[in-house]
């Protein structure tokens, strides 16, 4: 165990070197501003994609302007050709959900303040800590690759099914070196992953500073901690599979080619594999990915509601709770990808009843974030109107999984837009709200800057109202038949619903143009904003304790003591509501001072 | 800043009911035996949810509304019950409600896929390659011929891969590329793929089943109402997945009868 005595740290010399400063550091918290800045231009790739995907799908003969320099085989005249689609659309959802959604809740956020709520100077192994960024950053890297070869990017999806992911060039255009790519991508990032969670699981176990025992540590930790045993599991079969399917094209291998495959024309030189084993490989990382992505910002929304209601939530504990079932039933429930994959029928129901039972630890944790507003002292500011937000896509994307956790339902919906505007909304838009969130909160800690609030504001609006514009309309267009992973709508019965989609596009660039505004917003006030005060939110976790920006060992070489519990607001007689967690004076005598 | 909240969620709640109150876009009417009870499921699943999303929302608007940027002197309350009222709430009235759903919803799964089909159900073989479906019915003989993979050659129209020179099970199989069946029959699809995934969606019909590689999967279906359906491939199975299509026919028998007799005379 970590010697917690208050002296026990040492005062480590910060480097000076640029290289080990900024590129090649240990520190914990450039980690988690690279992983940010990671997401950050990932998130912007990404978006761009989805703008060109929205447009061709909204006005399939335009002629994007500037495409054929970008993509000159995938857009002969600027008009993207089908499989130009599906490699955009398979790079979009790879980005998204891997460099993005993985990245900037758990690593980014994570990296920077797990050590310093658990009152640590750095993570537990730092030098590992640098590797998986840099491991994490040669995988983004090896993806982007895949623009650059002469097929392009892989076009099987994000899910990468085979054999279609299998098989090689003979399936389409992309699906060589480009599926190669996307597999080895993919590979390297769950290593980086697995890196990255050793420190957080220790961290959390072993780091923590006297006085912090597992009930005192703020939700974000609890978070952060259980989206890292996610993720030790979850990559750890996802890498496995990853490297299988490099086998099956460069070793001629068939773990997931059965026999007797003919295309084109051509008998396929492959035998026994299975093309099952590939989506339950999958989606058993698959599902628990939709936890990594949303649980760190549960953490992040309680967080940074309970400092902005002014008081505790009403029960701390059922939110620990919540997201510990959470995390339990993530990998009871994945068959529920596959109801329709010809699995046997009666698994279906096995995966159906504990999909359900999900909603119950997650009205929970709405019902406690709802309860504790009653009677609150709500401050709106950029970052509680993010907070807000969140509950309310999740709400809305979290319900529609009533319908998706029943097989019988799943056979109208399954691969219709009803489950893209689904995972959307419960998946991209609630964890993007939650970064969003933090990021508000978190700037002038990090930077020692206020980030601007009007623009902020002026952020969000465009933010709440455009996603609800976009992806609300996905679930209409679904139930009414509309099946995704289509470039066109080409035939007499989804032609009539092409007006909602050309709504979409529309409700898409609009919001995607506004994420430029936070952009400028980020890039401004880091170098011009107002000065942050240390604890602007009047919040009472240990990162509020220490100056911003945080110095190079978060403490000054002397690691704190925690005396309270992590959310001591409503403290009457306390000089404002509140008292820090490692304020020595006790609670009673605080109110009895008065 | 709390009131506008307020106010856009509400507004957005209701707009966003309002297509479902309105029954704006609905899937095509059902023309199958089986789809009544995914049809009810699928109403009565969108009354819990719609009643749950509006009510989370509303109250999550009124909340804000009420207890944002309050005066400083006023004291925090404390919702009338705390957690334990509310948890309570969400594993007793939502739990039993949601599970319920399920348990009770899985009739509808099991009508389809825990019940053979019939004796009499009229078999046919469904194909998926890219980017097209063929069928194969088995003639006056009731059987189909083996399938030999080497011998797919999609140039020479053998689709599926037939020896109809030694086979003689495969001398009567007439392959088409359309799907035509008698009405109020039942019919027994036995789906294989030749080379990637691929999916089995027809909207009226109420059925969707992916076909697997390497794997021979079945349904058996029963179309009520004549007319002429979009098959669609739902898996993604390539640059031409978009426009992987082809069609059911629901007939009359003697109208199936004539269209299978010109179908063999053209093999």
Known sequence: MHDKSAHAARHRVPPTGFIRKYIFSTDHKVIGEQYYGLALAAVFIGMVLSWIMRIHLAWPAAAIPGMQLLFKNGAPGGVLTPEYYLQLMTMHGTIMVFFVLTTAPLAGFGNYFLPIQVGAEDMPFPRLNMLSFWVTFGAFLVAIAAFFVPQGPPLSGWTAYAPLSALGEVAGPGQGTGQVLWAVSIAIFCVGQLLGTLNFISATLDMRCQGMGLMRLPLTVWAWFITACISLTAFAVLMPACILLVLDHVAGTSFFVPSNLVVNDQLQPHAGGSTLLWQHLFWFFGHPEVYIAIVPAMGIVSHVLITNMRRPLLSHKAIIYSMVAIAFLSYMVYGHHMFVSGMNPYSSIAFSLPTLAITIPSTIMVLIWIGSLYGSKLRINTASLFALGFISMFVSGGITGFFLAQPSLDIMLHATYFVVGHFHLVMAVAALFGIFAGTYFWFPKVTGRMMNETLGKVHFWFTFVGAYCIFMPFHYLGMAGNVRRYQAFVDDFMAPLMPVHKFITIAALITGAAQLIFLYNLIHSRFWGELAPQNPWEGTSLEWSIPSPPPFDNFAGKLPVVYHDPYQYDIEGATNDYVMQDSPASINSVRGEK | ?267
């Open chain 2, 1 to 267: 800043m709390g009131k506008v909240f307020a106010a856009t969620l509400i507004v957005i709640a209701l707009a966003s009911a309002m297509p479902i109150i309105l029954h704006t876009w609905e899937p095509p009417a059902d023309i199958s035996t089986h789809g009544r009870l995914i049809d009810e499921q699928m109403s009565e699943t969108m009354a819990e949810a719609g009643v749950a999303f509006l009510a989370a929302q509303l109250i999550l608007a009124w909340l804000v509304w009420r207890f944002s940027n309050r005066p400083k002197n006023e004291k925090i309350q404390h919702f009338p019950g705390g957690a334990r009222g509310l948890v309570a709430a969400a594993v007793i009235v939502v739990g039993i409600e949601v599970m319920a759903l399920g348990i009770f919803g899985a009739k509808a799964w099991a009508a389809i896929y825990f019940t053979p089909p019939s004796a009499n159900a009229l078999p046919i073989q469904a194909q998926a390659g890219q980017f097209a479906f063929y069928f194969r019915y088995p003639g006056a003989d009731g059987k189909f011929g083996p399938i030999h993979p080497e011998m797919v050659n999609e140039g020479n129209l053998n689709f599926f891969g037939l020896d109809t020179t030694h086979d003689a099970d495969s001398k009567d199989d007439i392959v088409t590329a359309e799907l035509a069946v008698p009405v109020n029959r039942e019919i027994h699809l036995l789906m294989h793929s030749k080379d990637v995934g691929h999916s089995f969606f027809i909207r009226e019909l109420r059925i969707q089943q992916d076909f697997v590689p390497g794997l021979d999967l079945a349904v058996h279906f029963t179309a009520t109402k004549p007319g002429k359906y979009e098959i669609l491939c739902t898996q993604l199975c390539g640059l031409g997945h978009y426009n992987m299509k082809a069609y059911l026919k629901v007939m009359s028998q003697s109208d199936f009868d004539n269209w299978l007799k010109q179908k063999a005379a053209l093999q």
